[in-house]
Nanobody, 115 residues
Framework: QVQLVESGGGLVQPGGSLRLSCVATGTIARVNAAGWYRQAPGKQREWIAT???????NYEEFMKGRFTISRDAGKNTVYLQMNSLKPDDTAVYYC?????????WGQGTQVTVSS
């Protein structure tokens, strides 16, 4: 079992930045992948980015450039750096984690972009 806890969300003005963190605890495999998703009110959850245990990254095309995913393997933590935030980025942000064919989700952290 893997437990995920996200943090770092909050209220930010348009143009601002936030860094989200997702800490994984439990039995962590050497080969795994972690990702960030978001869900805005009334919309489906959408994928943002994924990073593997080898450090390979993939991004949803429209997120690339403003959002950066990274990880600290020693801390079992995945980050999402978000820059130039817009009101449309307002959503609950979730991290997920996959290993041994199992997918785990965190509880989400709210990001609100508003002046």
């Amino acid at each position: 079992q893997v437990q995920l806890v996200e943090s770092g969300g909050g209220l930010v003005q348009p143009g601002g930045s936030l860094r989200l963190s997702c800490v994984a605890t439990g039995t962590i495999a050497r080969v795994n992948a972690a990702g960030w998703y978001r869900q805005a009110p009334g919309k489906q959850r959408e994928w943002i980015a994924t990073i593997t245990s080898a450090g390979s990254t993939n991004y949803e095309e429209f997120m690339k450039g403003r959002f950066t995913i990274s990880r600290d393997a020693g801390k079992n933590t995945v980050y999402l750096q978000m820059n130039s935030l817009k009101p449309d980025d307002t959503a609950v942000y979730y991290c997920n984690f996959g290993q041994f064919g199992q997918i785990y989700w965190g509880q989400g952290t709210q990001v609100t972009v508003s002046s």
